[in-house]
């Protein structure tokens, strides 16, 4: 038997090691797969690389016996599923925005529908915009009790709605001029006076049409200057701990202590 | 055209980067290969993982289970609405697999997936058309028009790489 020339036997090992992954996976021919044998009956470095292979193989037949097609075993998915995706999330983040939107309206309802805490908050936001629909919302869906004050013609309509902290109070306030700041006080049958919540009322008024004299505040000569008076009535809300039962009247005072109106309920 | 470059579109791009490729090789097994359907099953499900990214953020590693398990789901559901026959008379063979053992095999899968997908392309063609074709170095040579040291060469190089890759990501090879 001839030996190989030793450059050769160089490169015939060199073959024989890298083998060791065709052979760990049975995809030697008998010849080449014989070869590698004898090869790695005197190499202990190709026994410990096979050693170390032979952990791949039980993991890359399972891959082979559950497919998909050797072709798809990597798939590339279609371009196009993409643009599809990036125009779903686009979609998807429009209607979000508009959700958390309504989120935060409806979170800001939720603080301003809380007892006494509201009041505050309202009273930023007097005399209109964001939150006045939502007021007016909750308005629309209270029990309703109005009355127009005798004396300073004010006309406050409370929208009463029990909850289980006790009673969410809407407020619809016309034929006041300003500028004032007022309370909604909720008065008990047992005498307890809660503030539902406090507002300012403009220059302008809230529900005036111009030729109205309500309120207490300056005399009706801006009407003669040309301001605009406001023909919007006010809508803001609070609560009061109280029963809707046990609750005997609401009372609308300017923060110096001036009756406006009482609505018994 | 819409904004392609948002946090929301970039988190699209990263789920589809990472989980598109191994998602839709695990629903064209449930789907017998329908390439349609399944890139459907893919779109809905990265878009529900797309809405869930804040739960799904929190939780590391809960990504590709999640991924699986809704796939599934929605792969079964589909299943039922186009049979139209009610489950209890026709159960889908998907529900006589246990789910759990279904989603480990699927995870294991995918990660295998992953580190096939990570070698050369020349290393993994070789892989292919050797051991996933069932031919041998010296057939493979002649189908890929290389020398035949040439693809021995690049099954150990291929292997050596998925080893370490599948340590890398935790399957013990």
Not at chain 1, 34 to 46: D, N, T, V
Not at chain 1, 165 to 188: E, F, I, S, Y
Request: hydrophobic letters at 40%; proline letters at 6%; one cysteine or more.
């Amino acid at each position: 038997m001839n030996r190989p020339a030793p450059d050769h036997g160089q490169y015939e090992r060199h073959e024989q090691h890298t083998a060791v992954g065709a052979y760990a996976l049975g995809v030697l021919d008998e010849a080449g797969a014989a070869r590698f044998e004898e090869h790695l009956a005197g190499c202990p470095e190709c026994a410990a690389e096979l050693d170390g292979l032979m952990g791949l193989t039980p993991l890359l037949a399972e891959l082979k016996e559950a497919g998909p097609a050797p072709e798809a075993l990597v798939p590339r998915p279609d371009p196009a599923l993409l643009d599809r995706l990036l125009d779903r999330v686009a979609a998807g983040r429009r209607a979000q925005r508009i959700r958390r939107l309504c989120l935060v309206a409806a979170a800001a309802a939720l603080i301003v529908a809380g007892p006494l805490v509201g009041a505050a908050v309202f009273s930023e936001e007097a005399p209109d915009h964001s939150g006045v629909s939502a007021a007016k919302q909750m308005y629309e869906d209270g029990e309703k009790i109005g009355a127009v004050d005798p004396a300073t013609k004010a006309d406050v309509t409370v929208s009463l709605q029990q909850k289980p902290w006790g009673t969410h109070v809407a407020l619809r306030l016309a034929h006041v001029r300003g500028p004032l700041t007022c309370d909604l006080v909720a008065v008990g049958k047992n005498g307890e006076r809660q503030v539902v919540t406090t507002w300012a009322v403009p220059p302008g008024g809230y529900g005036l049409d111009g030729t109205d004299t309500a309120g207490t505040g300056d005399k009706p000569d801006r009407a003669d200057k040309g301001d605009k008076w406001s023909k919007e009535p006010l809508y803001t809300h609070g609560g009061a701990a109280l029963n809707r039962n046990d609750i005997s009247r609401f009372e609308v005072r300017t923060l110096d202590g001036k009756l406006l109106a009482t609505v018994k309920v | 055209m819409a904004d392609r470059t948002s946090p929301d579109e970039e988190l699209m791009r990263a789920l589809y980067e990472e989980h598109a490729g191994p998602l839709l090789a695990f629903v064209l097994r449930l789907v017998d290969g329908d390439r349609q359907r399944a890139e459907d099953v893919v779109q809905e499900t990265l878009l529900r993982a797309w809405r869930n990214a804040d739960r799904l953020r929190g939780a590391p590693g809960s990504v590709r289970p999640w991924l699986v398990t809704v796939a599934r789901r929605i792969v079964i559901d589909n299943h039922r609405s186009r049979q139209a026959r009610p489950r209890e008379v026709d159960p889908g063979p998907l529900e006589l697999i246990p789910a759990a053992d279904e989603i480990d095999r699927a995870l294991r899968l995918m990660t295998i997936s992953d580190a096939l997908g990570d070698l050369t392309e020349a290393h993994r063609e070789a892989l292919i058309e050797t051991y996933f074709r069932g031919r041998t170095v010296s057939e493979a040579a002649e189908v890929l028009g290389v020398p035949a040291g040439t693809v021995r060469s690049r099954v150990f190089y291929a292997l050596r790489s998925m080893k370490l890759s599948l340590e890398e990501r935790g399957v013990t090879a």
